[in-house]
């Protein structure tokens, strides 16, 4: 960085900072000594913020697409909810709703916030029971003596 100094007319050195920072030239000097010096590194960290979002979201579409977990057609079930995936891209998956007849897009990395379950092959149950749908839960009171423990050494 340069450092202009003012002379007064009578050729001595100005000290005065105020009246060295008036001076038009030397504000424009200063501005681009420091812009030139720090400017490309606010740059560079603003594409590496953006650079990374990128990168993720690509690996999260990689993932998902060539996973074995995820077919297109499949029925699953997301937050109780019945669903068939209808699209599964690099960015986003599209899943078509049953019970409403719509679409819900989700992205990719945000896949790992739903609960997903899926239908097992040699299991298909009607439905996928939350709470007490199916009526409250058997008690069943067992009078039975408890084992005894081993004692420890």
């Known amino acids: 960085m340069t450092v202009t100094l003012l002379l007064h007319p009578t050729g001595k ?3 005065n900072l105020v009246q060295q920072l008036s001076d038009p030239a030397v504000l424009e000097n200063a501005g681009k000594a420091i812009l030139s010096d720090w400017v490309w590194l606010f740059v560079a960290g603003v594409a590496v913020l953006l650079f ?3 990168i993720q979201e690509f690996a999260a579409g990689l993932s ?3 996973s074995k977990q995820w077919a297109v057609d499949e029925i699953v079930f997301l937050n109780g909810r019945q669903a068939r995936i209808a699209r599964i891209g690099l ?3 599209t899943f078509y709703m049953c019970d ?3 679409t819900m897009r989700v992205k990719n990395t945000n896949l790992g916030d739903l609960t997903c379950e899926k239908v097992l092959a040699n299991h298909a149950p009607e ?3 939350k709470g007490n749908e ?3 839960m058997k ?3 067992v009078d039975e003596e408890p084992k005894p423990r081993r004692p420890r050494k």
């Open 134 to 136: 199916k009526g409250p």
């Open 13 to 15: 050195m100005e000290t």
């Open 52 to 54: 990374r979002e990128i």
């Open 64 to 66: 998902v697409c060539f």
């Open 100 to 102: 409403r007849h719509s």
């Open 139 to 141: 008690v069943i009171i």
């Open 127 to 129: 439905y996928l029971p």
């Open 91 to 93: 960015r986003e998956t």
